[in-house]
């Protein structure tokens, strides 16, 4: 069985940090692509960072980059998320997903719906 499970949002005020981990299991981590993703009340998802199992290049949307780093740990099955500085407008659900893709910076910002596998979210809100 295909598992997902997201962990480690909460609430934290303006210029906080705050670090998402997503531990996998029931497939093959190595060979899948790693994002993260996020939805905020009435917006659509949206791509936040992934890691490309290819070769372990990392994308950001442009709004994080400087503030969010991804990272995987093959030994554990664990793709983390620290942010850093954060802002109000950061406030969302957030999901790791598991992409089949070796180069995911297409389907993070344009395609998230073809990634294979979904956690089931954490939330994070940032207060002013």
């Known amino acids: 069985e295909v598992q997902l499970q997201a962990s480690g949002g909460g609430l934290v005020q303006t210029g906080g940090s705050l670090r998402l981990s997503c531990a996998a299991s029931?497939?093959?981590?190595?060979?899948?692509?790693l994002g993260w993703f996020r939805q905020a009340p009435g917006k659509e998802r949206e791509g936040v960072s992934c890691?490309?199992?290819?070769?372990?290049?990392?994308y950001y949307k442009d709004s994080v980059k400087g503030r969010f780093t991804i990272s995987n740990d093959n030994a554990k099955n664990a793709v983390y998320l620290q942010m850093n500085n954060l802002k109000v407008e950061d406030t969302a659900v957030y999901y790791c997903?598991?992409?089949?893709?070796?180069?995911?910076?297409?389907?993070?910002?344009?395609?998230?719906?073809?990634?294979?596998?979904w956690g089931q979210g954490t939330q994070v809100t940032v207060s002013s």
């Open positions: 029931g497939f093959a981590f190595g060979d899948y692509s």
């Open positions: 997903a598991a992409d089949s893709v070796r180069d995911c910076s297409r389907t993070l910002f344009e395609a998230w719906y073809e990634y294979d596998y």
């Open positions: 890691i490309s199992s290819r070769d372990g290049i990392t």
